[in-house]
């Protein structure tokens, strides 16, 4: 079949939709942009927000007017979400739940997958990572948290990790395809556990038995975190990166709780401030999320300070939108869509000067870039090691290169960089 993938969402969606791509590919259907009459279309949506729930179904109805013979599939979390809800949808053919999509390739073909394609399919063993510099690596998925705004845990389940030699494979098999970087990523990453490994001996795994040259952190919860990590990135520089995601959500400890979040302000700040007083040019994001019910001013204004305080560079801002399910449906004190929208353009607006403060200081800097793309004037552009974008004007190729430059100058959030060393 002609078959075009659309995928939603987070990194661990973006690994996964690769699987599916080529798993199909195994099965010799022919990949194509969903605007080339594709026979079938698979959806790998996301239903973390409702925002993101809305993208697909507008994608969908778009895809549907202009092929409607076309047949749709779902899958994803917005798969699972469909089957939970036994919601029927007209322009939707098929629902494949998230726990189902890693056999579908074989499925669509009446194949009954065995033990090891399951074990292989259950992780997507990934050859490439089309149309990326830097690939992602799926670790760990579910969650045993719940956050009580939270629909991850219904949608993926408990948290559960990937056999430390499945991922020792894969990361061979990305360096040897060229890939420079790779993103650890998952649900609660912080949470790997395999035999005796931790995500720290995971990653002291990666150093020593691999070349990868850069290895990135996606995501990790606060309780994932601890001063071992942190010393292990600031004694490996050279190949973790010194950029940490941690999600804060709010600053205010009486919305924490109502969240059920496993740490207060107190917590944060600590591991945070250690965080940047070990770890040398390290870059701090994160998730926060405005607009809980019965947030008042004073607890976004905590919020807001804390971010301050900790100069918190790169943020992620959701505002709280219900999800089917969850405890916080049941909170009262709905938050008028005006004031998060009011809330949300401010705390952008603060991350945005946290991160130009934070590219001035690199200014005069050395740094390492990878470069990933050119943009059709010779300006090649990619990210140093602390997740800042750099951009070149270079003649020939620097795709997917490692680069020493020295930061010379800056245009908004980018740096404008002198290339120092080819390595
Ligand atoms: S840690 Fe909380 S917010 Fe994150 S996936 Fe788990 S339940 Fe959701």
């Given at each position: 079949?002609?078959?075009?993938?659309?995928?939603?969402?987070?990194?661990?969606?973006?690994?996964?939709?690769?699987?599916?791509?080529?798993?199909?590919?195994?099965h010799?259907?022919?990949?194509?942009?969903?605007?080339n009459?594709?026979?079938?279309?698979?959806?790998?949506?996301?239903?973390?927000?409702?925002?993101?729930?809305?993208?697909?179904?507008?994608?969908?109805?778009?895809?549907?007017?202009?092929?409607?013979?076309?047949?749709?599939?779902?899958?994803?979390?917005?798969?699972?979400?469909?089957?939970?809800?036994?919601?029927?949808?007209?322009?939707?053919?098929?629902?494949?739940?998230?726990?189902?999509?890693?056999?579908?390739a074989?499925?669509?073909?009446?194949?009954?997958?065995?033990?090891?394609?399951?074990?292989?399919?259950?992780?997507?063993?990934?050859?490439?990572?089309?149309?990326?510099?830097?690939a992602?690596?799926?670790?760990?998925?579910?969650?045993?948290?719940?956050?009580?705004?939270?629909?991850?845990?219904f949608?993926?389940?408990?948290?559960?990790?990937?056999?430390?030699?499945?991922?020792?494979?894969?990361?061979?098999?990305?360096?040897n395809?060229?890939?420079?970087?790779?993103?650890?990523?998952?649900?609660?990453?912080?949470?790997?556990?395999?035999?005796?490994?931790?995500?720290?001996?995971?990653?002291?795994?990666?150093?020593?038995?691999t070349?990868?040259?850069?290895?990135?952190?996606s995501?990790?919860?606060?309780?994932?975190l601890?001063?071992?990590?942190?010393?292990?990135?600031?004694?490996?520089?050279?190949?973790?990166?010194?950029?940490?995601h941690v999600?804060?959500?709010?600053?205010?400890?009486?919305?924490?709780?109502?969240?059920?979040?496993?740490y207060?302000?107190?917590?944060?700040?600590?591991?945070?401030?250690?965080?940047q007083?070990?770890?040398?040019?390290?870059?701090?994001?994160?998730?926060?999320?405005?607009?809980?019910?019965?947030?008042?001013?004073?607890?976004?204004?905590?919020?807001?300070?804390?971010?301050?305080?900790?100069?918190?560079?790169?943020?992620?801002?959701?505002?709280?939108?219900?999800?089917?399910g969850?405890?916080?449906?049941?909170?009262?004190?709905?938050?008028?869509?005006?004031?998060?929208?009011?809330?949300?353009?401010?705390?952008?607006?603060?991350?945005?000067?946290?991160?130009?403060?934070?590219?001035?200081?690199?200014?005069?800097?050395?740094?390492?870039?990878?470069?990933?793309?050119?943009?059709?004037?010779?300006?090649?552009?990619?990210?140093?090691?602390?997740?800042?974008?750099?951009?070149?004007?270079?003649?020939?190729?620097?795709?997917?290169?490692?680069?020493?430059?020295?930061?010379?100058?800056?245009?908004?959030?980018?740096?404008?960089?002198?290339?120092?060393?080819?390595?």
């Amino acid at each position: 079949m002609k078959i075009a993938i659309k995928t939603f969402g987070c990194r661990l969606n973006q690994y996964e939709g690769e699987g599916i791509r080529e798993g199909l590919k195994r099965h010799g259907h022919q990949i194509v942009d969903p605007a080339n009459e594709p026979d079938m279309v698979i959806i790998n949506g996301c239903a973390v927000t409702q925002r993101a729930e809305q993208k697909a179904f507008q994608f969908i109805r778009k895809q549907k007017r202009s092929f409607p013979e076309s047949r749709i599939l779902v899958t994803g979390c917005l798969g699972t979400l469909i089957k939970m809800e036994k919601t029927n949808y007209p322009w939707v053919d098929i629902v494949y739940p998230q726990n189902e999509k890693s056999f579908m390739a074989g499925v669509l073909e009446k194949e009954k997958p065995t033990i090891q394609q399951g074990v292989s399919a259950a992780w997507f063993d990934i050859q490439d990572f089309a149309r990326h510099t830097r690939a992602f690596l799926k670790i760990q998925d579910g969650c045993d948290n719940r956050c009580s705004y939270c629909i991850v845990p219904f949608l993926r389940g408990c948290s559960y990790s990937r056999p430390v030699d499945n991922i020792l494979k894969q990361a061979q098999i990305l360096e040897n395809n060229g890939f420079k970087e790779v993103v650890l990523t998952g649900v609660n990453i912080g949470d790997y556990k395999d035999k005796e490994y931790r995500l720290l001996s995971l990653l002291k795994l990666l150093l020593s038995q691999t070349d990868l040259p850069r290895i990135r952190l996606s995501s990790i919860e606060l309780e994932g975190l601890d001063e071992d990590l942190i010393r292990l990135i600031a004694d490996n520089q050279e190949r973790i990166m010194p950029h940490i995601h941690v999600p804060l959500q709010s600053g205010s400890d009486r919305v924490l709780r109502l969240m059920n979040r496993s740490y207060n302000s107190a917590d944060y700040s600590r591991i945070i401030s250690l965080a940047q007083s070990v770890i040398p040019g390290l870059l701090v994001g994160t998730d926060v999320m405005v607009g809980f019910p019965g947030e008042v001013d004073d607890d976004f204004n905590r919020t807001r300070e804390l971010i301050e305080e900790l100069e918190i560079q790169h943020l992620h801002i959701f505002r709280y939108s219900p999800r089917p399910g969850v405890p916080s449906v049941k909170f009262s004190g709905e938050i008028d869509p005006g004031i998060k929208k009011d809330r949300s353009k401010i705390l952008q607006e603060l991350g945005q000067r946290n991160k130009k403060r934070f590219i001035k200081g690199l200014l005069g800097h050395d740094l390492k870039v990878l470069f990933e793309k050119e943009d059709g004037f010779g300006h090649w552009e990619g990210l140093s090691e602390n997740y800042i974008k750099c951009f070149v004007k270079y003649k020939s190729t620097l795709h997917n290169k490692i680069v020493q430059v020295k930061a010379v100058g800056m245009s908004e959030l980018k740096l404008k960089v002198e290339i120092e060393r080819l390595t």
